[in-house]
């Protein structure tokens, strides 16, 4: 890495660092290989140190050798305040900042262990919201920068047996649609990303364990590198938001035709079948 008079490490082309969050696996990994494939540098965040090492030995591009992982779990109380401080220590621009980590809870509400709910809750809202506006307002300052938050296609209206998690994802895109609208005019950009199923560890991580729920999860799913490159491409078109999948872009326009009272039940009904 090289650093310019002010002490500050940036690459060889002067551009900052993209920051990945869940970059050790699922779709985080395929955003940071297609990113460092787009010759970005990468900053690869998550708590298992030997899966982020991993993708950081997979990564290829002309800038892949500057890129470095910071271990953290994003669900401890702080968290999103110290990687930002580690990577200001360290002299680290991040210019795109990726908030793709992200957990499931599955089951009923009411027989759901709160401090697993509340951990969720922590990463999915906090921890996003938080790197967010602290990554943001280095980038309104500098006058450019890109986001791309991670939310669902369940968070598009509530979702029986993952109630939490939807409600979170819901958060994930109103925050994101508010945020964009603010730094409008400032050089940041904002995108979200909906994904529908996904093929990664995500479900059996959300201890989902119904084989019925995940053959029918398997069958629809998308894999990761497709999802991957839908978000990095609405990123750089600069849209608001986007779905991914065309199954799962005509399900949404059909639900928001509906009152938002009956989505919930038609969805406990699928998924009653499933689980
Ligand atoms: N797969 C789907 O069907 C699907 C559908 C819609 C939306 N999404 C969203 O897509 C995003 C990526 O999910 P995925 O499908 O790739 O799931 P995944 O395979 O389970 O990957 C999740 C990533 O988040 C990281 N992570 C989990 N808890 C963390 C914590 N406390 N602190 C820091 N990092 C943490 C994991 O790394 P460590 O274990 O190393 O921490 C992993 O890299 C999530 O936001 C998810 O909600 C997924």
Known sequence: MNGDANG????????????????????GAEFALQLAASGRAL???????????????ALRGPRAAE???????????????????????????????????GSGVF??????????????LRLNVEALASLSALFGRDMRSRGSGDILN??????????PYFAAYAASKAFVLDFSL????????????VSCLLPGYVRTAFDANAGIGSPAYLKFSEANSLDA?????????????????????ARNRFAA????????????????????RLI
């Open 8 to 27: 500050t490490m940036k690459g060889r082309h002067g551009e900052g660092f993209a920051l990945v969050t869940g970059a050790s696996g699922g779709i």
């Open 43 to 57: 900053i690869l965040v998550g708590r298992n140190r030997g899966r982020l090492e991993s993708t950081l030995g």
């Open 67 to 101: 890129s470095l992982a910071i271990p953290m779990d994003l669900s401890e109380q702080g968290a999103a305040s110290r990687l930002h401080a580690e990577c200001a220590a360290r002299g680290l621009v991040v210019d795109t900042l990726v908030n793709n980590a």
């Open 107 to 120: 089951g009923a509400a009411v027989d759901s262990d709160p401090q697993a709910v509340e951990a969720m």
């Open 150 to 159: 991670v939310g669902s296609f369940a968070g598009l209206q509530a979702t």
């Open 178 to 189: 508010a945020l964009r609208a603010e730094l409008a005019g400032t050089g940041v950009n």
């Open 225 to 245: 590198a497709t999802v991957a490159r839908i978000g990095l491409r609405a990123l750089a078109r600069r849209k608001s938001w986007t779905i991914a999948g």
């Open 253 to 272: 326009a059909l639900f928001s035709l509906l009152p938002r009272s009956i989505p919930p039940r038609i969805m406990r009904a699928a998924l009653e």
